[in-house]
């Protein structure tokens, strides 16, 4: 027995160095973090049931997040901050942090936060997406050659607007801007 416990503080102190040396490279989740001590773990000689495994992993999980090294609310913020500059919507925060394991509620609150002085928050995410993406009032090329080129150009504008998750209302407000001057504005929020 005294072996095995010796084998065990062993296992947890090279998983507790692995997470620590993880975690200071990438922020991440809850579940982002259990399933990739997992993964670690298995590389380990040990010869531990999965419920061990668990016992351990979820130790060393309890251990980070009093140490606020895992705060899935500051890991959601941060990332909402990203995928809006990127010019992601609601939808889309919804959907990429879900994969991330975090909870709607948890989604919902980093998403009022850093919301909170944006009414406009899906339009500034739009127009940023159309700026990266140079569609719309950004498009470069502004000789448009017949009506059926400009219709095929807009439809591929909506489809890309759309998969980016934004409603067909925010859509064809941000196609319609026609001053790229106002598009500046909206991103810089006075509008």
């Known amino acids: 027995m005294n072996n095995f416990m010796n084998s065990e503080e062993k296992i947890i102190k090279r998983l507790r ?13 809850e579940f982002q973090f259990k399933s990739t001590m997992k993964r670690k773990l298995s590389y380990f000689e040990n010869n531990l049931n999965e419920l061990e495994k668990d016992k351990l992993i979820n130790q060393i999980k309890s251990e980070m997040v009093l140490s606020r090294f895992i705060d899935d609310d500051r890991y959601a913020e941060t990332k909402i901050r990203t995928i809006r500059r990127q010019g992601g919507s609601k939808r889309l925060i919804f959907a990429k942090l879900n994969e991330k394991g975090i909870s709607k509620d948890v989604i919902q609150t980093a998403l009022n936060i850093v919301d909170e002085n944006h009414e406009n928050a899906e339009i500034i995410a739009a127009v940023n997406f159309i700026k990266k993406k140079n569609i719309g009032v950004f498009y470069k090329n502004k000789k448009i050659g017949n009506e059926i080129d400009s219709y095929t150009l807009k439809d591929k504008w909506y489809g890309a607007l759309a998969r980016r998750g934004f409603s067909l209302e925010i859509v064809k407000k941000v196609l319609d801007i026609e001053d790229i001057n106002n598009a500046h504005l909206i991103l810089e929020g006075k509008i």
């Not at 160095?17 to 989740?29: D, G, K, P």
């Open 17 to 29: 160095n692995s997470a620590l040396s993880y975690l200071a490279r990438y922020e991440v989740s």
